[in-house]
């Protein structure tokens, strides 16, 4: 459990939140020990890579009752799973969602410069003159493109 508590009389906002590298933080440009948790000086939002719980309002030292932000009800309702075409790994925390190319054709950016061009099933280029296919490992099949 942590405790948080303003160490002067000042006032700001109070930003509580898991950081990138799993650590419990209360950042806040209002001066505030902490217990349980780390304090970060100057916190005036919630940083982009951290996970945020609540926010809090001080006032003259004092917490201010109904001024909290509960961010963790997002957390307990929203699941992430895959599903058809999406891949989901976990690792250290940190979810990447993906396309399954099993499932959904990805373009290759750059045309294959041989048919025999690594590649796999159903992925698919194009340039100004020809479509490319990929019909199996490593075999790509290209149409020509004309005006109709």
């Given at each position: 459990?942590?405790?948080?508590?303003?160490?002067?009389?000042?006032?700001?906002?109070?930003?509580?939140?898991?950081?990138?590298?799993?650590?419990?933080?209360?950042?806040?440009?209002?001066?505030?020990?902490?217990?349980?948790?780390?304090?970060?000086?100057?916190?005036?939002?919630f940083?982009?890579?951290?996970?945020?719980?609540?926010s809090?309002?001080?006032?003259?030292?004092?917490?201010?009752?109904?001024?909290?932000?509960?961010?963790?009800?997002?957390?307990?309702?929203?699941?992430?799973?895959?599903?058809?075409?999406?891949?989901?790994?976990?690792?250290?925390?940190?979810?990447?969602?993906?396309?399954?190319?099993?499932?959904?054709?990805?373009?290759?950016?750059?045309?294959?410069?041989?048919?025999?061009?690594?590649?796999?099933?159903?992925?698919?280029?194009?340039?100004?003159?020809?479509?490319y296919?990929?019909?199996?490992?490593?075999?790509?099949?290209?149409?020509?493109?004309?005006?109709?």
């Amino acid at each position: 459990m942590a405790r948080i508590k303003p160490v002067a009389p000042t006032s700001g906002p109070v930003f509580i939140y898991v950081d990138s590298s799993g650590e419990l933080v209360a950042g806040s440009p209002v001066t505030l020990q902490c217990e349980g948790c780390r304090y970060a000086r100057g916190v005036t939002q919630f940083p982009a890579s951290s996970i945020p719980l609540y926010s809090w309002a001080i006032t003259k030292g004092v917490f201010d009752q109904g001024s909290s932000t509960d961010f963790r009800a997002m957390f307990a309702r929203t699941n992430i799973a895959a599903g058809p075409g999406v891949t989901v790994a976990e690792n250290a925390g940190t979810a990447t969602l993906g396309i399954d190319p099993a499932l959904v054709s990805t373009r290759v950016i750059v045309p294959p410069k041989t048919s025999s061009s690594a590649c796999s099933s159903g992925q698919f280029s194009f340039d100004a003159n020809y479509y490319y296919v990929c019909v199996a490992a490593n075999q790509w099949k290209r149409f020509a493109l004309s005006v109709f």
